[in-house]
């Protein structure tokens, strides 16, 4: 095991430029917190190092990377205020897609790490295989999001790539079922159970862009009152996910 | 109009004061960021003063107590980073279940404000007229449970108190139906419609307490896969109003 105290170690430095995005992308590392994820993390093979200050979970005793740390580093790295803390250093995940997959969600521009992290929890939740990312969506490897998921970040795969390309290619196999507020969308309680599918929903504010409402098969709506907008979008992809359920 | 410039203004250090919640309750005055929020509040009187650095919604030219501020003013009382913003501080709202309310939902000890928004934006989206919470949950006058409710603050009102004296009064007349993770759980979807009807969801990590359990006429479960511990407390509230849908 080994142990650092200095602020400006060099791989303290390192774990903590991850907080930013660039960097992220420049090392293809990423930080979870939490004995939670830092043991989905190692279950899933994707841990680089361990760094705690006093506490570490059973499991992890044998681990090779151990660090410990002194509270001034953990709070230069976590942006988690708890003494009980632990940080893993995760390796960026390949992502892939099952063949075969029946259930797959698909994000067209969501904006908020949160809403995302509900969504995929959701998914593996409701015996999804997958979740598909438009580019203009958060990144995944943000903390939030990370944490949000509560573990189902390491169980599923996650592909960003153009939205309209992953589901033109999907097509040929799978009904898209894309979530709308337009007029001619059909209220979910309506539609009948056809799978293989992918559900998309979209940004918060505009909801799913033209392109990708032309590739629908079907478009669907929630019914909700006259006195609001609209459904917070974590809430109407898991209600959607929910009434196509493969559990 | 007024305008203000000094920091040390006494209306301004009492406003910026409200960020604080013990200073909220002394006053019975709360923070709204935006405009959507700001007309919302407008609308349902609750207003006592609208602050704005240039921008101001054409609805609001002659609401009487403007107050033009300057950016450093508006930074100390907000803490949303937009130049356009505007600032209403409101009233506390007279909180009355309507008589005859046959769809409520009832939130017990959860902790998290913006899932109490987004359970708020839910009850309002699907028909139900009231929520009940907790003493033990979150602070309904929380900037960040007020902006996720998308509006729903100022239509619905919200009761709190001791969640098992206040179900007890309803369940004279209400099914208390109960979300629980148990094994006695009964599947959503072979529950039957039944109104007028409460919905109770429990905190965030421990569920409904044991006292609530024992006044449900049903306990109700979302099945969800052995691959996760349990969903957000906002999804599953809000598949299970809509299951239970006013609309």
Do not use: W
């Amino acid at each position: 095991m080994k142990e650092i105290t200095s602020l400006t170690n060099e791989t303290i430095k390192l774990y903590a430029s991850l907080n930013n995005k660039k960097e992220r992308e420049e090392h293809h590392l990423f930080i979870v917190d939490g004995d939670h994820l830092v043991l989905e993390a190692y279950k899933h093979h994707c841990l680089e190092a361990v760094l705690f200050t006093d506490y570490l979970p059973q499991e992890l005793k044998d681990y090779p990377n151990l660090i410990k740390v002194t509270d001034g580093i953990m709070a230069k790295i976590s942006n988690v205020v708890d003494p009980k803390n632990i940080i893993g250093i995760c390796k960026y995940k390949e992502q892939v897609l099952p063949s075969g997959a029946t259930h797959l969600i698909a994000l067209d521009g969501v904006q908020d790490p949160g809403n995302g992290g509900t969504i995929l929890r959701s998914a593996l939740a409701f015996g999804y295989q997958g979740l598909l990312l438009s580019n203009d969506s958060f990144d995944i490897y943000n903390t939030k999001f990370i944490r949000s998921t509560m573990g189902a970040f390491f169980a599923l795969p996650i592909i960003r790539g153009d939205l309209v390309k992953l589901l033109l290619a999907l097509k040929t196999n799978h009904k898209i079922i894309v979530a709308d507020l337009v007029d001619e969308a059909k209220p979910l309680a309506s539609c009948k159970f056809a799978e293989p599918l992918v559900i998309v929903v979209g940004n918060e504010g505009r909801g799913p862009t033209r392109a990708i409402r032309t590739l629908a098969d079907e478009i669907v709506i929630i019914p909700i009152s006259n006195n609001i907008d609209s459904l917070n979008v974590g809430v109407a992809a898991s209600i959607i996910m929910n009434y196509f359920s493969n559990i």
